[in-house]
């Protein structure tokens, strides 16, 4: 099997639960590598530090699998673990039928994303080795979980592009269905597999849900970067007078008035397709005010080369939303972008509440992803979400 040689400082890195070995870590290789191939890792001295995926095209060079040398990369491993995650999700966390079900390497399942929403399963593979075992997963999945009736390949995006895969949207495993309807507390969503990601974004649950103790009657609310109208709904429904919900996609729009007439709140969100910039520079322009701002954007860092530009733009839309928010307003702002931490993220809304010429105050403790997209402590790769809800005041 061939050999992975990586230089100390990743050596100490996989000792400590990491399960990535980037390029740049690598020392030498010694064999041939064809992406998904399995091999091997090793220190400088000969230590055996676990086997994986490799792929020589990509900036992740080895995604670890195993530390154990004994084990089989075999399809009843991946079997084994996924029950093991989905047992995790149902018993410890007590999901019902709608949760990410594997969450890549927090799941020991590198390079494979699984959520349900109820009877359909929404796969995602952005590993070549990973790949190779398609099949195998889909129907571990439905073997599983016999309430899952629809496996669909949801394989599109950059990092199937960064592995030299193809992109590939389809029913995989099942019957022939694209959409279902999902419950979050009060909240009815329509989840269309052909929509963005794995169809819905499961990892705003916990902040969408505690947005509505903050909404009060009469309030009036802006949610930009809206997709399908997530926080927009809960703010209707926890009785906002007025919601204003912006997205730049016509097609997520259309879903979102779905949701909206689907929760009875439609005369009470008014959806706006267009630039989430030009848009708020127009409210801005009209001197609009709101109670509350949510800012939830894509996200802008996609690699660390791109920190510098990414955090710019995330502190020009949070100065906009700064400026759109009443003296004594909320600002939800939230960041999904893996490559900006949480200071990084509070420095850069720090620097715009000064330019804003406004006070923050900390309403509820850092916010992160949902639980069933769980933070393995000793990979940092694995923590990506960070929410803010801050009380916002004029500096007088």
Request: charged share 30%; with cysteine; proline share 3%.
């Amino acid at each position: 099997m061939t050999k992975v040689i990586v230089d100390a400082q990743a050596a100490r890195a996989i000792g400590k639960g990491a399960m990535i070995v980037f390029k740049k870590g690598v020392v030498r290789v010694e064999g041939e590598i064809r992406p998904g191939d399995i091999v091997e890792v090793y220190t400088r001295g000969g230590k055996f530090l676990g086997k994986g995926f490799a792929n020589p095209n990509s900036n992740i060079m080895v995604r670890i699998v195993t530390k154990d040398k004994d084990v089989e990369i075999n399809k009843e491993l991946f079997r084994e673990r996924i029950r093991k995650a989905n047992e995790y999700r149902k018993k410890v966390l007590r999901y019902g039928n709608v949760y990410r079900m594997v969450y890549g390497e927090a799941d020991y399942l590198p390079g494979l994303i699984v959520d349900r929403f109820n009877d359909i399963a929404s796969l995602q593979i952005s590993s070549a080795g990973m790949e190779r075992f398609k099949m195998d997963v889909a129907e571990a999945i439905m073997e599983i979980e016999p309430g899952i009736e629809t496996v669909f390949e949801k394989n599109t995006g950059r990092s199937r592009r960064r592995e030299g895969l193809p992109e590939i949207e389809r029913v995989l495993l099942g019957k022939e269905k694209y959409r279902t309807v999902i419950e979050e507390g009060r909240a009815k969503f329509i989840v269309d597999m052909r929509g963005q990601k794995t169809g819905f974004f499961l990892d705003q649950r916990e902040n969408r849900l505690a947005l509505e103790k903050w909404v009060r009657p009469g309030d009036r609310i802006l949610d930009v970067f809206t997709y399908t109208g997530g926080f927009a709904i809960h703010a209707a429904i926890a009785g906002a007078d007025e919601v204003i919900a912006i997205d730049k996609s016509p097609r997520a729009i259309e879903t979102a008035k779905e949701n909206a007439k689907l929760n009875g709140v439609e005369d009470r969100i008014k959806f706006i397709v267009g630039s989430a910039f030009e848009e708020m520079e127009k409210l801005m322009k009209r001197g609009e005010k709101f109670d509350i701002v949510i800012l939830d954007p894509p996200a802008f860092v996609q690699h660390e080369k791109d920190l510098k530009a990414g955090l710019r733009a995330y502190f020009n839309v949070n100065f906009a939303g700064l400026n759109l928010v009443k003296d004594g307003g909320i600002l939800v702002t939230c960041s999904c972008s893996q490559h900006v931490d949480l200071q990084a993220f509070k420095d850069m809304i720090i620097a715009a509440a000064a330019k804003a010429g406004k006070f923050l105050k900390m309403l509820e403790p850092y916010r992160t992803q949902a639980p069933d997209h769980p933070i393995l402590m000793a990979s940092k790769d694995t923590e990506y979400l960070k929410c803010l809800f801050l009380y916002v005041e004029d500096m007088r």
